[in-house]
């Protein structure tokens, strides 16, 4: 990874890697904790995470034991009552969002589409040179369009119990339920907002907390003078 850093920009190149490869370091250190301490709680859990559920470029690799993980968390080891994964991945730019706005009108509220390899080739991303399947390299959920009953469009990264390049809704363990919980949880503050991901985003937002301070105490001080 240090290869990508440059006398001039810094490590400027790197940033979208690490923060890929640390935000979903975050998620399995919470599997891992609560699996030490509660396996079964982990069925009552809803894991959102803010873009797809992938690595891209320096960090790709790192899909395969992610992959493995999740597969070997919706196989329910530990039977009915034992640990499983209800985990989504949900995008607010990209190919896929902006071809789910383009057919958004085609789409019956409260319904979805798995998207296929085939789908993906010819009106979204068109195929690369190697022919391989898209996302097989870099993913670990398959691509969702979903439209809410509310009507808001929402494009998401479900996972399988294997990647494939012609996913079934029924390949999709607790799709319904994923989809159900993403509906109720919508949010007004942007388009196709969740509440969950706005208040996080809000959170971490520079301008809610350190900049509020800043303006605070620079207008109370110039009210003093």
Same mark, same amino acid.
């Given at each position: 990874?240090?290869? %990508?850093?440059?006398?001039?920009? /810094?490590?400027?190149?790197?940033? =979208?890697?690490?923060?890929?490869?640390?935000? *979903?370091?975050?998620?399995?250190?919470?599997? %891992? !904790?609560?699996? =030490?301490?509660?396996?079964?709680?982990?069925?009552?859990?809803?894991?959102?995470?803010?873009?797809?559920?992938?690595?891209? &470029?320096?960090?790709?690799?790192?899909?395969?034991?992610?992959?493995?993980?999740?597969?070997?968390?919706?196989?329910? @080891?530990?039977?009915?009552? /034992? @640990?499983?994964?209800?985990?989504?991945?949900?995008?607010?730019?990209?190919?896929?969002?902006?071809?789910? =706005? $383009?057919?958004? #009108?085609?789409?019956?509220?409260?319904?979805?589409?798995?998207?296929?390899?085939?789908?993906?080739?010819?009106?979204?991303?068109?195929?690369?040179?190697?022919?391989?399947?898209?996302?097989?390299?870099?993913?670990?959920? *398959?691509?969702?369009?979903?439209? $809410?009953?509310?009507?808001?469009?929402?494009?998401?990264?479900?996972?399988?119990?294997?990647?494939?390049?012609?996913?079934?809704?029924?390949?999709?363990?607790?799709? !319904?339920?994923?989809?159900?919980?993403? &509906?109720?949880?919508?949010?007004?503050?942007?388009?196709?907002?969740?509440?969950?991901?706005?208040?996080? !985003?809000?959170?971490?937002?520079?301008? #809610?907390?350190?900049? *509020?301070?800043?303006?605070? $105490?620079?207008?109370? *001080?110039?009210?003093?003078?």
């Amino acid at each position: 990874m240090h290869e %990508r850093i440059d006398e001039e920009m /810094g490590a400027s190149g790197i940033v =979208a890697y690490v923060m890929t490869l640390l935000e *979903q370091m975050v998620l399995v250190h919470l599997i %891992r !904790n609560i699996l =030490a301490m509660k396996p079964s709680l982990l069925r009552r859990i809803f894991f959102i995470k803010d873009g797809p559920l992938a690595f891209f &470029g320096l960090v790709a690799p790192l899909y395969r034991p992610m992959r493995e993980l999740i597969e070997h968390l919706l196989s329910e @080891p530990g039977g009915p009552s /034992g @640990p499983t994964i209800r985990v989504a991945g949900l995008e607010k730019s990209g190919a896929f969002v902006e071809h789910a =706005a $383009a057919i958004q #009108d085609r789409v019956r509220s409260g319904s979805f589409l798995v998207l296929g390899d085939a789908y993906i080739r010819k009106y979204v991303v068109p195929a690369d040179e190697s022919g391989t399947t898209y996302g097989q390299n870099t993913y670990y959920g *398959q691509k969702v369009f979903f439209r $809410a009953p509310g009507g808001e469009m929402h494009v998401a990264t479900i996972p399988g119990r294997s990647y494939s390049a012609n996913p079934k809704p029924e390949d999709l363990p607790h799709l !319904n339920e994923i989809l159900a919980l993403i &509906g109720e949880l919508r949010c007004s503050m942007y388009d196709n907002a969740l509440i969950p991901v706005a208040l996080a !985003n809000k959170l971490v937002s520079l301008s #809610d907390f350190p900049s *509020q301070r800043i303006l605070t $105490a620079f207008a109370r *001080q110039t009210a003093k003078t």
